[in-house]
């Protein structure tokens, strides 16, 4: 066994043994689901068919699923997609197309052998050189999404070593690629359907495109040669078809299901989670996800009095930090249902860190101290938040009086995404009360994020710390997903201390359905097609 | 007649042009930069990405440039494609404004055959319980908000009757009976509240031409009163009325957002709202020119209307 070999196969055990092990777990508490490798358990065979009515609060942007971002937790057309490699229940990385792979000692280069017996929506095999020209147009600035781009920006080439063998070779070392090429967003589409990609898109996934009407409705239906099957040796998915039903308000989707207009709906409003299921448990059924992101609070610290460069920037900023009561936002934003953050992942994550130090404690008192000490009491300070998201709004407007009772002389302002976008570059902010969807793969927020060379920390944050940055490059090039824990534990710590993001709340979301829906959950950070479950193994009572 | 009506048109054309030109000069003057949102948050600042968009998009020209290559497109029937979807904006547009249209028009519609009437007779029967009650009801549709009145219909009709599907649009191409079902509980919230302004407006236009000499002329001669108020009277009362619902609908077709998302209706106005804060200035060029066209289209149909309703109205 070669030297690659060896460390490739060190790598797969590990993810394997453990997204097994709790994949079973999540199995059994969904009340037992279908899935590739799994014992058998007693239960009837589900059967196919059945129509899904899904309501979902956003409806696809566009279609090419290359040049749009095909979010896994919302998007209609999320159940076309697949790609190299999957997630299961537990967010954790398995097997999509490619089946296996090695990654050489040196970690620059990865080698995925894909499964043979894939194909796209229109028949065409799923091979290695679609699989290159799938990644080579999701490299090209012309055809691609910027957020897909970047999961392979470190690319420096792919190769097709035989029909099922792809080679793909790095330019620099990095222990988490794998984490880059999962079907969000490196899904796969058919080569030759490339000319209807912004009108009939062709890819591999659970289910085929049939048609879209832009904010009224998408049908999608059963791609009858999909790979997976369930432990009976049935082809999934079981549902024979799913319309998709975008509707902005919360209340306007819980409606629907109410009135058995639709069978599920995803992201119901916080204020109506506790009540619903006290009063309704008996018609409808839940799913609660944990954690579908990280709320954060961005301090500007390019330039100004709270600069990490100003010579009382990190006092300032910790007095920002022990101004913002958490509690208080769980309470009135999350209706109690959130986890309080002291670092990117929540309780829920399998990336956990118990050991995240230097939380600031709320202590509005000390803010005023130190305001009083610097002599810089009512310091202005502008907090902003996005539109389009309520609960960043409300979070800001919490934010905004807690600095106000600090000591601060705090404003609050609402803007529109390209508006802020444009604050952010002139400099023309001080908190940002935002937010970033969970990331399966560390790497993708702290390289994305944290790092001092990170596009999104130079457009908005600012941060720079050189400890920071040295263990987030060493936690890329490490293998041992417990050794990258202690580094990660340890950035967050850093970051805590210099407080200029502070973590406040893991955003979570409900899930509603009737009772009829069976086989059906989640991943618990919300994407609702993953491996052996979610809408792949959902089907309906009768046809039990 | 008809030189009357080309002449109308023809002064569109200016009309047209202005509006063009204002449209396409306060969407580029909406604060935020359209290649922060096409590029994405992690490229936004890369110039070769930037530069490829503007030059994907035709945003590296100059602004007047920029505005005669879009306005000679338009002219030949070609809006560009959407930033976002790549699709046409035509095909955009045209899947939207029948919705819209079918909304507004129903809507409208459901309203006149109630409020005229009810007007009518609460002029003629002014100071009665018939006129109170149609003052009561009027001042209530009025007072009530829109978006509340449409939640209280889904209340009532949906969630506890179970007679009406509470939200989404199907097409009356596809399947016409189900069309109707969807269509009810959004048209009745806009037929509503429509209904009271036009009661309200039609009684009191009512009560002015009443009281008019040319009435009691009519009387003094003999005339039967219900051919005094219907052949005359109303005729003539109508002319406010007419020219008010003619703005309600053309405000209709671009001001339905907050019912276009409590009942799903893919309208014109939601698509517009979404294309703005996505800045995808071809849709919301194409989008708001293409109301305008129909606004002034609709004031133009209300003149000729005036002619049917009362010929003294000159044409010159």
Same mark, same amino acid.
């Given at each position: 066994?070669s ?7 060190a ?13 079973l777990?999540?199995?059994a ?10 014992p058998?358990?007693?239960r ?5 068919g059945?129509?899904l009515r899904?309501?979902? &609060?956003v ?7 290359h040049?749009?971002i095909?979010?896994?937790v919302?998007n209609?057309m999320?159940?076309?997609?697949q790609?190299l490699?999957d997630i299961?229940?537990?967010m954790?990385?398995?097997p999509?197309?490619a089946e296996?792979?090695?990654?050489s000692d040196?970690l ?6 894909l ?5 796209f929506?229109?028949?065409r095999t799923?091979?290695?050189e679609?699989?290159k ?5 999701m ?5 691609s999404?910027?957020?897909?781009r970047?999961s ?6 792919i190769e097709?070593?035989?029909k099922?063998?792809v080679r793909?070779r790095?330019?620099?070392?990095s222990a988490?690629?794998l984490g ?7 899904n796969l589409?058919?080569p ?6 912004d009108?009939h898109p062709i890819g591999?996934g659970?289910f085929?495109f ?6 009224a409705?998408?049908?999608?239906? &059963?791609?009858e ?6 432990e009976?040796g049935n082809r999934l998915p079981y ?19 109410r ?14 989670v506790?009540?619903f ?6 018609e ?14 961005n301090?500007?610290?390019?330039s100004?009095p ?6 009382d920037g990190k006092l300032l900023?910790?007095a920002?930090?022990?101004a ?9 934003v ?5 986890y ?6 929540s309780?829920?994550?399998?990336w956990h ?9 709320y202590?509005?008192e000390?803010?005023?101290s130190i305001l009083?000490?610097l002599?810089?009491e009512n310091l ?5 938040s ?12 919490l934010?905004?009086s807690?600095?106000l009772d600090?000591?601060?002389k705090a404003?609050n302002e609402?803007f529109?995404?390209p508006?802020?976008?444009q ?7 001080g ?5 970033t ?5 560390p ?22 710390n050189e ?5 987030i490059?060493?936690?890329r090039g490490?293998r041992d997903?417990?050794?990258r824990?202690?580094?990660y534990?340890e ?6 201390d ?6 406040t ?7 509603a ?7 059906y ?5 919300g994407?609702?097609?993953?491996a052996?479950?979610?809408i792949?193994?959902?089907h ?5 | 007649?008809?030189?009357?009506v080309?002449?109308?048109i023809?002064q569109?054309?200016?009309?047209v042009f202005?509006?063009?030109?204002l449209?396409?000069?306060?969407v580029?003057?909406?604060p935020?930069?359209?290649?922060d949102s096409?590029?994405?948050d992690e ?8 530069a490829a968009?503007e030059k ?5 020209q ?7 290559v ?12 959407s ?8 095909v955009?547009?045209?899947?939207r404004?029948?919705?819209t249209?079918?909304?507004?028009v129903v ?8 409020a005229?009437p009810?007007?009518t007779i609460a002029?003629i029967?002014?100071?009665?319980p018939t ?5 009561i009801?009027?001042?209530?549709g009025i ?12 209340m ?11 939200s989404?649009?199907?097409?009356p191409?596809?399947d016409?009976?189900l069309?109707?079902t969807?269509l ?6 806009i037929?509503?509240r429509?209904?009271a302004y036009t009661?309200r407006?039609?009684?009191s236009?009512m009560?002015?031409e009443?009281?008019?000499?040319y009435?009691d002329?009519a009387?003094s001669l003999?005339?039967p ?9 109303l ?5 406010? =009325?007419?020219?008010i619902?003619g703005l ?5 077709l671009?001001?339905?957002?907050v019912l276009?998302?409590i009942?799903?209706?893919?309208g014109?106005g939601?698509?517009?709202?979404q294309?703005?804060q996505?800045?995808?200035?071809p ?8 109301l305008g066209?129909?606004v002034? =289209?609709?004031?133009l ?12 109205v000159g044409l010159?």
């Open positions: 066994m030297e690659e070999q060896k460390g490739s196969d790598g797969r055990a590990s993810l394997f043994s453990q997204s097994r092990r709790e994949f777990g999540t199995m508490v969904a009340g037992g689901a279908a899935t590739f490798g799994l058998r358990m007693s009837a065979q589900p059967k196919h059945g129509t899904f309501a979902t &609060r409806d696809g942007a566009g279609l090419d699923p040049r749009n095909v979010y896994y919302s209609p999320a159940a076309t997609t790609g490699l299961d229940q537990k954790e990385i398995v999509g197309v296996e792979w090695d990654i040196d620059k280069t990865y080698t995925f052998r499964r043979k017996d894939v194909e929506h229109n028949g799923v091979d290695a679609a699989v020209w799938n990644l080579e147009r490299m090209d600035p012309a055809t999404h910027a957020f897909t970047a392979l920006e470190d690319v420096e080439s097709v070593d035989d099922y063998t793909v790095l330019l620099q070392p988490v690629f880059n090429v999962i079907y969000y967003p490196v589409i058919a030759d359907s490339v000319d209807q990609a009108t591999c659970p085929k049939v048609s879209w009407k832009k904010y409705k998408t049908e999608l239906v &059963r791609f040669n999909y790979f997976e099957s369930d009976f549902l024979d078809a799913i319309e998709f039903f975008p509707k902005r308000e919360d209340q306007v989707r819980l409606t629907a299901l009135t058995g207009e639709v069978d599920l709906i995803e992201n119901m409003a916080f204020s109506d506790t009540n299921k006290q009063s309704y448990a008996s409808f059924q839940t799913w609660d996800v944990p954690q579908v992101g990280s709320g954060h609070l301090i500007n610290v390019k100004g709270f600069a990490m460069d100003a010579p900023r910790q920002v930090a022990h913002i009561d958490k509690e208080a936002i769980h309470q009135a999350f209706e109690g249902l959130a309080t953050l002291k670092g990117y992942y309780e829920a994550s399998p860190m118990p050991g995240i130090r230097n939380e600031k404690e202590d509005p000390k803010s005023r009083r000490k002599n810089m202005p300070i502008a907090v902003v996005r539109q389009a998201f309520e609960y960043m709004q409300n979070t800001a407007e934010v905004h807690m600095l600090a000591g601060f404003t609402v529109d995404n508006v802020l976008r604050k952010y570059a002139n400099n023309d902010w908190i940002d009360s935002t937010a969807s969970y990331r399966f793969e790497d993708g927020w702290y390289s994305r994020w944290i790092l001092s060379t990170a596009a999104e920390n130079e457009l908005r944050v600012g941060y720079k400890q920071v940055d040295k263990l490059i060493e936690a490490t997903r417990n050794k824990l202690e580094l534990t950035v967050e710590s850093l970051v805590n210099d407080a200029a993001l502070i973590y709340h893991a955003v979570p979301l409900t899930s359905g009737t009772r009829r829906l069976k086989g959950q989640p991943a618990f950070a994407p609702y097609s993953i052996g479950g979610g792949r193994t959902a309906f009572e009768e046809s039990a | 007649m008809l030189v009357y080309l002449n109308r023809l569109l054309i200016p009309v202005v509006l063009s030109v449209v396409f000069g306060f580029h003057a909406l935020g930069d359209v290649i096409l590029a994405g490229a936004a600042e890369d110039p070769e990405v930037r968009l994907e998009f035709g945003l590296d100059p602004i007047y440039v920029q505005y005669a879009w306005a000679g497109k338009v002219l030949q029937g070609d809006f560009g494609k930033l976002v979807t790549r699709r046409p904006v035509s955009e547009l045209l899947e404004i029948p919705a249209v079918y909304l507004a809507g409208i519609g459901l309203s006149m055959p109630i005229v009810l007007g002029a029967r002014r100071n009665t006129d109170y009650a149609a003052q009801s009027s001042l209530i007072s009530i908000p829109e978006f509340w009145f449409a939640i209280l219909c889904i009532l009709f949906s969630l506890h009757l179970g007679w009406l599907p509470s989404g649009y199907v097409s191409l596809d016409l009976g069309s109707l969807y009810v509980l959004p048209a009745l919230a037929g509503f429509q209904a009661t407006l039609t009684r236009s009560l002015d009443v009281h008019k000499e009435v002329t009387r003999g005339l009163e219900r051919k005094i108020i219907y052949k005359y009277t005729r003539n009362a109508l002319i406010p =009325t007419v020219t619902s309600q609908l053309a405000n209709l671009g001001g339905t957002v276009e998302s009942f799903s209706w893919p014109i939601l698509t517009i709202y294309a703005i996505l800045r995808d200035f849709v919301i060029q194409a989008g708001v020119l293409v066209v129909m002034v =289209t609709i004031n149909l209300v003149d000729i209307l005036y002619r049917f309703l009362n010929p003294r010159s």
